[in-house]
């Protein structure tokens, strides 16, 4: 069987600094970088806990190449899917039960 995954991206609050990752499990790894879990990473470092974009994929495998895709873009490409998706920035977290 197939697992699905998210690719989304976090930023601190004041949208200065962007994270994109991956994971099969969205709320969990959020709830991760929001409690600081790994203390020495990127995301603990620079404050990053606000959920501002998120996309479900079937397979887990299109999700991390999204990702890899979305990294290897510029900061202007990522402020414009995040834009198209969440123009207001808002913290997205109390969507995830949703899905």
């Known amino acids: 069987m197939q697992r699905g995954g998210h690719v989304y991206i976090i930023t ?3 949208n200065t600094v962007l994270y994109t990752g991956s994971s099969t499990t969205l709320r969990r790894r959020i ?3 929001q409690l600081k879990y ?3 990473s990127f995301t603990a470092k620079y404050n990053c806990n606000k959920l501002v974009y998120y996309k479900h ?3 887990i495998e299109e999700a991390i190449a ?3 895709r979305i990294k290897a873009g510029s900061r202007a490409a990522k402020v414009n899917l995040i834009n198209s998706q ?3 920035w808002k913290d997205l977290w109390s969507e995830i039960d949703l899905i």
């Open 57 to 59: 994929y079937l397979r």
């Open 66 to 68: 999204e990702e890899q």
């Open 86 to 88: 969440n123009p207001e």
């Open 12 to 14: 601190n609050k004041n």
């Open 31 to 33: 709830e991760q970088h």
């Open 38 to 40: 790994y203390p020495e």
